[in-house]
């Protein structure tokens, strides 16, 4: 379901934090050759390849490439969604569960997603690849609309959208990746979650923890 950000959030943001036609083609070419990039250092990297793997009743298929397969209800159907990690190399990472209870309550508002990076990740591959990995789940199985947004400006960007925890409300899920943390997700403010990464690998596996957690794949 969409829903346009209120007035009333609106007129709390420092920028809107939509993407302008020019910024969205700068983050779609980026992302696509991202993923092509990853697929290519996934074969590479010679992981080992399973042919399926259950998880709590779940099964999963190791693709050749890599991703992780798993059948899924999206919005408009079933599909499979490929995903960078298995949930089981995610158990020793934090996890915050009031962090589900208000994405439910945002979801169940008909509102938005917001993905905020830190800076930091600005001229790093692993913000995009965390970002891609919560939207798969946001914006393809539970339907809500979902944007990529930096925390503060940056500089030689401006045309980028600007998102943090002020804007957050009943209707706008903030979720904030940032760099150096402890390796946990957690609240920082009401609707206002942070993905706390000590290294951008694992901002990538954090983003893979949030979307098994929300789905209830990992209790």
Not at 36 to 43: D, G, I
Not at 74 to 79: C, D, K, L, T, V
Not at 96 to 113: I, K, M
Not at 118 to 147: C, H, I, L, W
């Amino acid at each position: 379901m969409k829903k346009k950000v209120s007035k009333k959030t609106s007129s709390r943001m420092k920028k809107k934090p939509f993407i302008t036609n020019k910024a969205l083609i700068k983050i779609l070419i980026f992302i696509v050759a991202l993923l092509v990039l990853y697929a290519a250092y996934a074969s590479l990297a010679g992981l080992p390849v399973e042919p399926s793997y259950e998880y709590n009743g779940y099964m999963f298929e190791r693709s050749p490439d890599g991703f992780w397969k798993i059948p899924l209800q999206a919005w408009y159907g079933e599909r499979n969604f490929f995903f960078y990690n298995h949930p089981s190399d995610l158990e020793h990472y934090g996890y915050d569960p009031r962090v589900n209870s208000y994405l439910a309550r945002v979801h169940q508002n008909g509102g938005e997603v917001i993905i905020a990076l830190d800076p930091e990740y600005a001229n790093q591959t692993a913000g995009a690849m965390a970002s891609v990995e919560v939207a798969k789940v946001t914006s393809q199985v539970f339907g809500m609309r979902t944007n990529a947004a930096y925390s503060e400006p940056i500089q030689g960007h401006d045309d980028l959208p600007i998102a943090n925890c002020a804007n957050a409300s009943s209707e706008v899920f903030i979720l904030n990746v940032k760099l150096n943390g402890n390796n946990s997700i957690g609240m920082q403010e009401d609707f206002c979650a942070a993905l706390y990464a000590e290294t951008p690998r694992d901002a990538v596996n954090l983003a893979s923890l949030f979307v098994y957690k929300n789905l209830g794949i990992m209790k």
